[in-house]
């Protein structure tokens, strides 16, 4: 018998719109790594449930849930965060990672986008994937949530596991 996880079920009775069948995010939190690479690959997060339900089926995957019992995300390496990624889209795109220190707007040259991950940031206090959409002089950077739909200055978040996506 298949097991339907809560946060599939609380989808029927009033929720984000979320549709394992057929999609049209964004996905509810906790699936921000998602959101976030159907926003990269796709230009929208309607097929967001899409990269989660093969991230499901493909690796073992490690649920985290809050003191509530609110469900807040996956536990992934930066590693398989990496895999992840780099497997969506049909494996046609090109991965790999940010060190902190090469902060920079050429890294946007020739289409490259950049997936970050936001320790902290997430509702739980979590981590959260966003897309870095510039990087500001004084050290800070500009970023999208593919979740909350909303454009965000940063004004002193730090970042995590830093992805430079190139689509080919």
Not at 89 to 114: E, K, L, Q
Not at 118 to 141: C, K
Request: one cysteine or more; proline letters at 2%.
């Amino acid at each position: 018998m298949e097991v339907i996880y809560k946060e599939d079920l609380m989808q029927f009775v009033g929720g984000s719109g979320y549709s394992s069948s057929g999609g049209y995010g964004p996905l509810p939190n906790g699936y921000c790594l998602f959101n976030a690479m159907a926003y990269i690959f796709d230009g929208n997060t309607a097929n967001a449930w899409m990269y989660a339900s093969n991230y499901e089926a493909n690796y073992n995957e490690v649920r985290n849930y809050d003191s509530n019992g609110n469900f807040t995300g996956y536990s992934m390496s930066g590693n398989e965060m990496r895999n992840v990624i780099s497997s969506a889209d049909g494996g046609y795109a090109s991965v790999n990672y940010v060190s902190s220190g090469s902060y920079s707007n050429s890294m946007f040259n020739g289409g490259t986008r950049i997936l970050a991950i936001l320790p902290n940031m997430g509702p739980a206090g979590e981590q959260h994937a966003v897309e870095i959409t510039s990087f500001n002089s004084d050290g800070t950077f500009n970023y999208y949530d593919a979740t909350t739909g909303n454009d965000v200055y940063s004004s002193g978040a730090t970042v995590g596991n830093m992805f430079s996506i190139q689509c080919q």
